[in-house]
């Protein structure tokens, strides 16, 4: 920080572009993609940029990061969003996690304008049209399902998190634990309880397989609102003692307020 400090001093803007995409590569051939981002967005090499943000989102997903994916995207020029499907996406994650339903619709349908064939085309044979563009068409259907859902459509969210299922390409792990994790809750609302119960404890388990701390937090507390909902007050305490341990182990303390409250209703 303090050669950089001094190079602002020293050097033109020109010079300093320079140094920043330099560095951004090298950090990127390292591993350091967080560092390697800054700089590349320092350099406003924005093609760059969107390369390392695209893939590193997944990761920052994984830990339920969403502001994070928020703030790198928003400091891409719109015309390099705007032409990839991918970056279109990511958008409409953030956009429908955060309860923001009209630009989650607006960046997922700009999502479908870049792809070809159109989704219905390819609902009728996913295996034709192979992993990528079944991969994209999947978590578009994911968006509009959490959408649905924070506008109370939930037998929509229920289908529209089925049509995903369909699509999710062999061995996505990551990309079904995502899709399923939105259909358990889904399920939980339109109160079918018995396939909430089934989708919920697998979504856990690929969770912990494909290390997505977050979606397993969620899951715990699925689970724990299914118990709590029969009465089984021993599940709740043991389910919410779990996710607690998460948070503690996941640096996910900022949540750990939830599995209090289901231990508070519990000892209450």
């Known amino acids: 920080d303090f050669l ?4 602002l001093t020293k050097y033109p803007p020109e010079r300093i572009r320079a140094l920043n995409q330099r560095a951004a590569r090298w ?3 390292q591993r350091y993609v967080t560092e390697a981002i800054e700089h590349a967005l320092a350099a406003q090499d924005y093609e760059f940029a969107a390369a390392l943000i695209g893939p590193q989102s997944q990761e920052w997903m994984r830990r339920g990061e969403v502001a994070t994916i928020l703030q790198k ?3 891409l020029p719109d015309e390099i ?27 997922s349908d700009r999502a479908e304008a870049v792809l070809s064939p159109d989704l219905q085309t390819v609902m009728t ?20 399902a959490t959408t649905a859902r924070h506008q109370r459509d939930y037998q929509t969210s229920v289908k529209l998190g089925e049509q995903a299922l369909k699509i999710v390409p062999d061995g996505n792990v990551h990309l079904l634990t995502i899709v399923s994790a939105g259909l358990s809750t889904s399920l939980i609302e339109v109160g079918d309880y018995v396939q909430a119960d089934s989708v919920t404890s697998s979504t856990r388990h690929m969770a912990y397989q494909t290390g997505h701390s977050f979606i397993a937090f969620s899951m715990l507390m ?14 709740v305490y043991e389910v919410s003692t ?3 341990r998460l948070t503690e182990t996941e640096s996910m303390q900022h949540l750990s307020f939830i599995p209090h409250v289901h231990l508070g209703w519990v000892n209450y």
């Not at 991918?86 to 309860?99: E, F, K, Q, R």
């Not at 699925?222 to 599940?235: D, I, P, T, V």
């Open 242 to 244: 779990e996710a607690l």
């Open 27 to 29: 950090l990127a051939g």
């Open 4 to 7: 950089y400090k001094q190079a």
């Open 125 to 144: 044979d996913p295996v034709k049209f192979g992993p990528e563009l079944c991969n994209a068409y999947a978590q578009i259907l994911a968006i509009r």
């Open 81 to 107: 969003v705007r032409k990839s499907a991918g970056l279109c996406i990511w958008y409409g994650w953030v956009y429908s996690l955060g309860d923001s339903p009209q630009l989650a619709d607006l960046w």
């Open 73 to 75: 995207m928003k400091q």
């Open 222 to 235: 699925n689970e724990s609102m299914l118990a709590m909902l029969r009465g089984q007050l021993h599940k």
